[in-house]
T-cell receptor, first 114, second 112 residues
Framework: AQSVTQPDIHITVSEGASLELRCNYS??????LFWYVQSPGQGLQLLLK??????LVQGIKGFEAEFKRSQSSFNLRKPSVHWSDAAEYFC????????????FGAGTILRVKS | DGGITQSPKYLFRKEGQNVTLSCEQN?????MYWYRQDPGQGLRLIYY???????QKGDIAEGYSVSREKKESFPLTVTSAQKNPTAFYLC???????????FGSGTRLTVV
C-alpha cells in the first residue's frame, strides 16, 4: 500500500525567503502525487499534481514541485514566500490499483515571519 | 458555481447520540470520499463510494456509516459506537478519469 512521510511538522521562514517542504512516498510503481494547502478551518485546495511526464511541475500561487523517482520524493518549493502562504501543507499519493484513494501525509505547518 | 457543500460547519453532539454530516456536490463526480482530520495525523479515510448504491470501508470505518442513494449526496453518520468522534470531517469528490480530489470546506464535530 502507499504511504507518505512529511518529515517536518513545522517550518518557519522569513517573508521573501525561499521555501522547500519535503515529501517522501512509498509505492512500487509511479504514483500520482499531489500537494494541497489548507487554511485554518477550511477545506483543502489543490496546489499542483504529478501524473507523468516532466518531473518538474508548476502549480498555483507560484509553487512548484519536483518528482525524483530515485529518492521517492516530491518536494514542494517556492522561491519567495509571502505572508499569505502561512498555512498547512499536505502531500498525498494515489494509485489506480488502489481505487484512486489518496493517502495523505501528516502535514507541515508553515509559519512566515516578517 | 460547481462545488461541494458540507453542512453544518459546526456540530455539537452529546455522548451516546448519532449525528449525520451532510455532503452534497453538483460537479457530477462519480466518486466521493469522507476523511477525518486530527491535529498532527493528516487525513484518514473513513469511507468512499465509486458509484451510486455502492461504498467501501476506508482505514478507520468503525463507528461510522454512510449511504449513497444519489450521485450528488454522500452523508456520513457518526454513531455512538465511535469512541472519539471529536474531529474535523472533510468530504471530497473525484471525476471519473481524474485523479485529483475536490474538497468541501469541512464540518467540525465536537462531542459535549
Amino acid at each position: 500500500a502507499q504511504s507518505v512521510t512529511q518529515p517536518d511538522i513545522h517550518i518557519t521562514v522569513s517573508e521573501g525567503a525561499s521555501l522547500e517542504l519535503r515529501c517522501n512516498y512509498s509505492y512500487g510503481a509511479t504514483p500520482y502525487l499531489f500537494w494541497y494547502v489548507q487554511s485554518p478551518g477550511q477545506g483543502l485546495q489543490l496546489l499542483l499534481k504529478y501524473f507523468s511526464g516532466d518531473t518538474l511541475v508548476q502549480g498555483i500561487k507560484g509553487f512548484e514541485a519536483e518528482f525524483k523517482r530515485s529518492q521517492s520524493s516530491f518536494n514542494l518549493r517556492k522561491p519567495s514566500v509571502h505572508w499569505s502562504d502561512a498555512a498547512e501543507y499536505f502531500c498525498a499519493v494515489g494509485a489506480s490499483e488502489y481505487g484512486n484513494k489518496l493517502v495523505f501525509g501528516a502535514g507541515t505547518i508553515l509559519r512566515v515571519k516578517s | 458555481d460547481g462545488g461541494i457543500t458540507q453542512s453544518p460547519k459546526y456540530l455539537f453532539r452529546k455522548e451516546g447520540q448519532n449525528v449525520t454530516l451532510s455532503c452534497e456536490q453538483n460537479l457530477n463526480h462519480d466518486a466521493m470520499y469522507w476523511y477525518r482530520q486530527d491535529p498532527g495525523q493528516g487525513l484518514r479515510l473513513i469511507y468512499y463510494s465509486q458509484i451510486v448504491n455502492d461504498f467501501q470501508k476506508g482505514d478507520i470505518a468503525e463507528g461510522y456509516s454512510v449511504s449513497r442513494e444519489k450521485k450528488e449526496s454522500f452523508p456520513l453518520t457518526v454513531t455512538s459506537a465511535q469512541k472519539n468522534p471529536t474531529a474535523f470531517y472533510l468530504c471530497a469528490s473525484r471525476d471519473r478519469g481524474s485523479h485529483g480530489y475536490t474538497f468541501g470546506s469541512g464540518t467540525r464535530l465536537t462531542v459535549v
